[in-house]
C-alpha cells in the first residue's frame, strides 16, 4: 500500500539532521493501522543512527505517569528527558481521552522543546479536535502553535495494513 501523499523528496528532509538541527516537528494524522507510528519509527531509528538521542513514548504512558505522580519532583523526572533528547516521538496522541491534568504537563514538555529539539507525533485525531482531548482548548492551541512553526502536519490516508492483509473492509 503506498500513500502518494507522502512525497519521497518530502518525507526524506525528516531522515536528516536538519530536522534536529532546526527543532522541527511533524505531526502524522490518520486512522489507525496506516503506518503512522511505522514511518515515526523509522525517522527515529534514522536519527540513532546519526548519533542523535531518541525518546519514544505513547501519550497514554504520559497521561499515566502525571496522574500517578504525587510532587513535582515527580513530575520533573518526567518531563525532564522528554524535553531534552534530540528527538521526541509521541505516539497514539488521541487514542484515549486525557484527563484535565494531563494537558499542562503536554504543554510544558512541547513548550520546553520549541525551537530546541525535534518532535514527531501520531494520532488518530484531527487538529481541530485536540482541545477536547484533554478538555482545554487554549492550552492546545499553544501546543499546536508551537508544534507547526517550524512542523508540518501530513494525513496519512488509506486502509488499515491488517484488515488489508487479511482481506477485511473496515469503514471508518
Known amino acids: 500500500m503506498l500513500h502518494p501523499e507522502l512525497k519521497r ?12 538541527t532546526t527543532a522541527g516537528s511533524l ?9 503512522k507510528t511505522h514511518l515515526a519509527v523509522a525517522v527515529g531509528t534514522k536519527l ?3 548519533g542523535y538521542s531518541v525518546r519514544f513514548v505513547m501519550a497514554q504512558q ?10 513535582r519532583a515527580d513530575l520533573a523526572r518526567l518531563i525532564e528527558p522528554l ?12 487514542y484515549l481521552s ?8 503536554l504543554y510544558e514538555i512541547i513548550s520546553g522543546r520549541y525551537e530546541k529539539g525535534a518532535t514527531v507525533i501520531t494520532t488518530n485525531k484531527s487538529l481541530a479536535s485536540w482541545g477536547e482531548l484533554v ?11 508551537r508544534l507547526l512553526h517550524h512542523g508540518e502536519v501530513f494525513y496519512v490516508r488509506g486502509s488499515s495494513y491488517l484488515c488489508w492483509l487479511l482481506g477485511l473492509s473496515v469503514r471508518g
Open 83 to 94: 524535553v531534552k533528547c534530540d528527538l521526541l516521538i509521541l505516539d497514539e496522541f488521541g
Open 98 to 105: 486525557l484527563e484535565p491534568q494531563v494537558g499542562p504537563v
Open 27 to 35: 505531526v502524522l494524522i490518520g486512522p489507525s493501522g496506516v503506518g
Open 135 to 145: 478538555g482545554d482548548t487554549a492550552l492546545m492551541m499553544a501546543i499546536i502553535d
Open 62 to 71: 504520559v497521561a499515566n505517569a502525571v496522574l500517578t505522580a504525587t510532587r
Open 48 to 50: 540513532v543512527q546519526l
Open 9 to 20: 523528496t518530502v518525507m526524506l528532509r525528516f531522515f536528516d539532521s536538519s530536522f534536529v
